[in-house]
């Protein structure tokens, strides 16, 4: 069953019937909301005979409470509560709509007594919830279980009770539209490849033109005239036609240099003629997680209307084993004029972006460059799906990053360039080879999209482990884990907002 939460805000209220959520820290004497949703004082002793302490993330939970209407009754442990990050506020946020359970009408109370409770606390708390209510279940039919309801998607009448209501709405606009960007991303990487190919996801992006974002959608004949060799290579096998979508967001002053955003779309991703093991194959609908990020950070940049010129660009392609794919061998010539022997179709989001880049470079001349992408297996290897991989030419852009990753705990790791792995892709009859083989995969994958960018300020963001099959946590369940839109919204916002 799907949630769909309908969040609203309150000065004061008296929580009559449903569910009542209650927040509370270690020690408190009493938690938030105890008058009005706790008058016979039922929360003392359950939580002594409990021994309930109101540890970080834990939960009480009371069925019909004695002297209540209420159906339940939820107190929510935030632990010391002296020291609570963003971060905190939103995995309690997330744990709140875990608790929501079969609840029409929720009632939370977030003014715990002795604690400096922010409005942007309470809209990342929001954000938690919506964020964790997330379900992609388009395609079922049928119960998961006999305890599960019905497929049809549930609306949940959230009431949040804070003394700053007015103050939490106006953040919680800002926060509702990063929300929507994120499930935006999740969505798209989810769908089945079958549904979603380069056209229709090109359709999915062109859907912004209603948020304001300028959307333009360049055709395989429009990329052939500016020389994309290496992007079309990789859609050749491919009945499926490749699309390259430049969107513009111009929120800032027209004097300011854009700031750009590049993301791998590989709709799906056999290897092409060095084709992949059948098993976890069918993970690789999820190789456009990179080009998902993109689209979901445009999306919130135009929702919430911020103030920044930022440029996006999807390199949109299917890599199939067709009779008219590339082979091993082949040579292509990238638009940059720098040509490519292709020792690896499987590595081939590295020729879609080297376009891509060159592209954005030529046309924009932009502040600086971040591509996203599902590029190799190898970061993986090395970082889990604890973090992403950073690389970058510039030492400023990825302290801001990282910093950015912190805020979000959608963390990066910064990881090695240097002239010595550029041996690993030096090519006998090209330019370069489009892999460098076992060794430091993620790192040479680096190099070579270095020769794209010049001098422009750019970093490489390897989220293979990140944006797909990563870890179910507080706030998120799914599959497609939407990694990348928060962190980079994190990042203008905090840096390059007029």
Not at 190 to 209: M, Q, R, S
Not at 299 to 306: C, D, I, P, S
Not at 326 to 335: A, H, K, N
């Amino acid at each position: 069953m799907s949630l769909k939460l309908a969040v609203s805000f309150a000065k004061s209220q008296a929580a009559t019937e449903g569910l009542a959520i209650l927040l509370t820290t270690s020690g408190a004497d009493k938690p938030a909301g105890a008058a009005e949703a706790d008058p016979a004082g039922v929360y003392a002793r359950a939580a002594k005979s409990g021994k309930f302490t109101g540890k970080s993330l834990s939960t009480l939970d009371i069925v019909a409470p004695h002297g209540s209407t209420l159906d339940r009754l939820v107190v929510l442990g935030l632990g010391k509560g002296d020291s609570l990050s963003a971060h905190d506020w939103l995995k309690a946020g997330g744990v709140a709509t875990a608790a929501v359970k079969g609840a029409d009408t929720v009632t939370v109370y977030v003014d715990v007594p002795g604690l400096q409770v922010s409005p942007k606390a309470v809209a990342d708390f929001a954000l938690g919830m919506l964020l964790r209510a997330y379900k992609f279940d388009t395609y079922r039919t049928k119960k998961k279980s006999e305890d599960e309801e019905d497929k049809a998607e549930k609306t949940v009448k959230v009431t949040i009770v804070t003394a700053e209501a007015s103050a939490a709405k106006k953040a919680f606009a800002e926060t509702e539209a990063v929300a929507d960007g994120v499930i935006l991303a999740r969505n798209l990487v989810n769908e089945p490849a079958n549904v979603l190919g380069p056209l229709e996801f090109a359709a999915k992006a062109k859907d912004l033109e209603k948020l304001g974002v300028e959307v333009e959608i360049l055709t395989e004949e429009e990329m052939k005239k500016l020389g994309m060799g290496a992007l079309l290579g990789v859609a050749q096998g491919s009945v499926r036609p490749p699309r390259l979508v430049v969107m513009q967001w111009k929120g800032g002053k027209s004097k300011d240099k854009p700031i750009a955003f590049v993301g791998k779309g590989v709709v799906f991703d056999t290897g092409g003629i060095s084709i992949k093991p059948a098993g976890g194959m069918e993970d690789m609908k999820g190789d456009m997680g990179g080009a998902a990020a993109v689209a979901g950070l445009m999306h919130v940049l135009a929702a919430r209307k911020a103030k920044v010129n930022a440029i996006g660009i999807l390199g949109l392609v299917e890599n199939m084993p067709d009779g008219n794919a590339q082979r091993p061998g082949d040579i292509v010539t990238s638009m940059s004029g720098q040509t490519i022997e292709v020792i690896n179709t499987d590595a081939e989001g590295r020729l879609v972006l080297c376009d891509a880049l060159w592209y954005c470079n030529d046309r924009f001349q932009p502040a600086f460059m971040i591509n996203l992408a599902t590029l190799t297996g190898a970061i993986g290897v090395a970082l889990g799906s604890v973090h992403a991989g950073l690389f970058s030419n510039d030492d400023e852009l990825s302290e801001k990053l990282l910093a950015a990753g912190l805020t979000t705990n959608e963390r990066l790791w910064r990881m090695p360039l240097g002239k010595e792995y550029d041996k690993l892709i030096d090519s006998k009859f090209a330019d370069m080879k489009n892999t460098g083989g076992r060794q430091a995969g993620s790192i040479t994958a680096a190099q070579f999209l270095k020769r794209f960018v010049k001098d422009t300020p750019w970093a490489h963001l390897d989220i293979a482990s990140t944006a797909m099959g990563s870890a179910h946590d507080e706030i998120n369940q799914s599959w497609g884990s939407g990694y990348g839109v928060r962190l980079l919204d994190e990042l203008v916002r905090a840096n390059y907002e007029s």
